[in-house]
């Protein structure tokens, strides 16, 4: 149907149109206690119209997508809104050109996934042993959960320059979060997961394991002593999941094109890559990436658009040279499309978005950085990030931080905030660890109203300097 509600829109008066017709599957379940708590089952079907009418944006979707004049009544609701947006519109939409793509990417594991009726006979003993195994730890954890989801998506697109793509996957979301206290003092240590495909080796394995060894690591930093309030400037190493959450909202946010190009035109609000685009800001060894065809929840082979989805090398050699583009970016900044335009559903129009951002491997072994480093602090895991876009300075808490002196890690330490201005955190870096990890987050944000949807972020251990300070 999506290509015939294209045609209905152009012989309606469009100068462009796109239908993004979805349906999705997932079944859920949050456990605490032991005891499932909240659990269920959710389908979502329907369509998403994007047109241009005299240069004008007009937007429409619809749950009833069977009904063909719904259908119809979506499209002719999408060019009534932009024409009325285009009686105020200053400046006429312009998109890249494009390919033409006709293509079917439908994953194996489509057809072979469990049933929704299956999955909480196959989850629910494997996330029982992850509360035993957990709760085993000690008398100190006084608090385990697990969030879960598994989903079915397959998305049909179609465009008026007649691209006609269907792709389809399977994957998994969950979060962990267990609550430790010693001597009065609670710590809560949140871990968020997910992959594509078949989750059972995961969730059968893998999983309870890491229930055991996050329980333990609450433990343990409940126990631990803090730093004083007062900030001090440090040597600081970041384990691969701190810099996850680092590369994500520092990096990752800022170099969405959207928000550079907002940035030209109000200076007073301009992220700090807006200045920077196309300078130097860290060492030759220093490269971020976002790769889409890593097999992560954020995985595309094309985008929302319809564009082949590619790896963006948004900081290569220490220079910013590349944007998150989708096709209306990518024609402001007179570069070719590069696949970065997301949506979490055809209820949301798409924007440039991250999918797996990580920072390029160096050569630095871990043991290697540990050694050279005299004096510096040891972060793992990044959690409540605040970040002032248009400075670049961030502060991010750390789960878990370890003393390094005179080349080992020693004493371990609660409560620690890592903060720094971005292109000063840059330029101190003078160390890239070798062993990459990617790190799913299942709800990031953005927008108004707000569109949450999973990215992949990481990189491996690296090093600076930057303030810390603790709650003693």
């Not at 006084?142 to 989801?149: D, G």
């Not at 559903?345 to 480093?373: C, K, L, Q």
């Not at 961030?394 to 890592?418: D, M, N, P």
Request: net charge negative; proline share 5%.
């Amino acid at each position: 149907m999506a290509p015939e509600l294209v045609g209905y829109a152009l012989k309606r008066g469009a100068k462009y149109a796109d239908v993004r017709a979805q349906f999705e599957e997932s079944t859920g379940f949050i456990m605490s206690e032991g005891l499932v708590e909240e659990g269920g089952t959710a389908s979502l079907a329907g369509i998403g119209v994007r047109v241009i009418v005299d240069g004008a944006w007009g937007f429409c979707s619809t749950d009833n997508a069977i009904s063909k004049t719904r259908a119809m009544e979506t499209v002719d609701r999408a060019l009534q809104l932009a024409s009325r947006s285009a009686e105020g519109s200053k400046y006429p939409v312009r998109m890249a050109p494009t390919k033409t793509i006709n293509a079917r990417i439908l994953c194996d594991d489509i057809n072979t996934a469990p049933s929704v009726e299956s999955i909480f006979d196959t989850v629910l003993e494997p996330a029982k042993e992850c509360d035993r195994r957990a709760r085993s730890v000690g008398k100190e954890v006084q608090a385990f959960s697990l969030s879960f989801t598994v989903g079915k998506f397959v998305e049909t697109f179609a465009n008026s320059d007649n691209s006609l793509i269907t792709q389809s996957y399977c994957g998994y979301l969950g979060t962990l979060y267990v609550v430790a206290s010693s001597r009065g003092i609670l710590e809560y240590y949140p871990y968020d997961f997910g992959g594509l495909g078949s989750y059972d080796e995961f969730l059968n394995k893998d999983l309870p394991q890491l229930a055991e060894r996050i329980a333990e690591r609450s433990c343990q930093i409940s126990k631990s002593r803090s730093l004083p309030r007062t900030e001090s400037f440090k040597t600081v190493i970041m384990d691969p999941t701190f810099t996850a959450l680092w590369v994500h909202e520092t990096i990752g946010h800022p170099l969405e094109a959207d928000r550079v190009l907002g940035g030209q035109g109000d200076p007073q609000n301009a992220p700090w890559t807006c200045a920077a685009f196309g300078n130097k800001v860290a060492n030759d060894l220093f490269s971020v990436i976002d790769d889409p065809s890593m097999k992560t929840p954020a995985w595309c082979k094309y985008d929302s658009e319809g564009v082949e989805a590619k790896q963006k090398h948004l900081i290569s050699n220490g220079v910013i040279k590349s944007c998150i583009h989708n096709r209306e970016t990518a024609e402001a900044f007179e570069v070719e499309p590069n696949g970065g335009a997301r949506s979490p559903s055809y209820h949301f129009t798409p924007m440039p978005r991250m999918s797996n951002t990580y920072v390029e491997s160096g050569s630095w072994t871990f043991e290697e950085i540990i050694a050279d480093t005299k004096d510096g602090i040891y972060v793992v895991g990044g959690m409540t990030p605040i970040v002032d876009g248009r400075a670049g300075e961030w502060k991010i808490s750390a789960k878990e931080a370890y003393i390094v002196a005179k080349g080992e890690i020693t004493e371990g330490l609660r409560g620690i905030t890592v903060s720094e201005a971005t292109p000063d955190f840059l330029i101190s870096l003078d160390a890239t660890g070798k062993e990459p990890q990617i790190v799913v987050t299942p709800d990031c944000g953005k927008g108004s109203p707000i569109q949450t949807l999973p990215v992949g972020n990481g990189g491996p251990t690296i090093r600076g300097k930057a303030f810390l300070r603790g709650v003693a």
